[in-house]
């Protein structure tokens, strides 16, 4: 089955130090993957995208991702954490179907808990 | 300017009732879709829409039924509600339907069925 992966329920994290949130997907073919970011009460804001090309993708609010095709991998980072990044972190995978049309196939969510 | 909009916010209700969310974008967007996520913030697609067209239809009980009037409003209809159906309903937006486009999403509707 295909699907996408957030193997820590949360991270905490000091402020200032690097984060790292991670996922895993499972698909067949070429995977479509997005971050997606949720503070309390509010929807989804989009992070970034990886579609193809460099396996380094740099997003809002200084996040990046890397695509590791070989560990089917592509974990969200930033250098420098700020309290203000404390949200709930989707990973998501889109599965091509036909029509080029295709389902958002959300993880579970990770909590990212930043602490002064 | 709000670009994607839902209303209402709240929605407290008996069970078998009926109710309406509605959706709204100002982004030209081609595409809309509706999301639930329960209490374990899980969020699972449920439908969506092309130009008026629905293009995925998920498994969800045929007391839901989306509506689009024109290709930026995606209505939720929710026939004899159950507890089961409490949840945040979000609606999102996308400039088409291929699956390189990222989505916009209004701010959820949380339904409360007692």
């Known amino acids: 089955a295909q699907s996408v992966a957030q193997p820590e329920d949360q991270v905490n994290v000091a402020e200032g130090n690097p984060l790292t949130v991670k996922c895993t997907y499972s698909v067949s073919g070429n995977p479509y993957l997005f971050w997606y970011v949720q503070y309390p009460n509010r929807g989804l804001q989009f992070l970034l995208k990886?579609?193809?090309?460099?396996?380094l993708v740099k997003g809002s609010y200084g996040f990046e991702a890397e695509f590791n095709k070989s560990q089917t991998s592509f974990h969200l980072k930033k250098p420098s954490a700020l309290v203000s990044d404390s949200a709930l972190y989707f990973c998501a995978v889109r599965l091509l179907g036909s029509s080029n049309t295709g389902k958002l196939i959300f993880g579970q969510g990770t909590t990212l808990q930043v602490k002064p | 300017d709000t670009a994607v909009s839902q209303t209402p916010k709240y929605l407290v209700t008996q069970m078998g009732n009926d109710k309406s969310i509605k959706c709204e974008q100002n982004?030209?967007?081609?595409?809309m879709y509706w999301y639930k996520q329960d209490s374990k913030k899980f969020l699972k697609i449920m439908f969506s829409?092309?130009?008026?067209?629905?293009?995925i239809n998920e498994t969800v009980p045929n007391r839901f039924s989306p509506k689009s009037p024109d290709k930026a409003h995606l209505n939720l209809h929710i026939n004899s509600l159950e507890l089961g159906d409490s949840a945040v309903y979000f609606c999102?937006?996308?400039?088409?339907?291929?699956?390189?486009?990222?989505?916009?999403f209004g701010p959820g509707t949380r339904l409360t069925v007692t």
């Open positions: 982004l030209g967007h081609d595409t």
């Open positions: 999102a937006s996308s400039p088409g339907r291929e699956v390189s486009y990222e989505q916009y």
């Open positions: 990886y579609i193809t090309g460099d396996n």
């Open positions: 829409y092309n130009n008026k067209e629905l293009i």
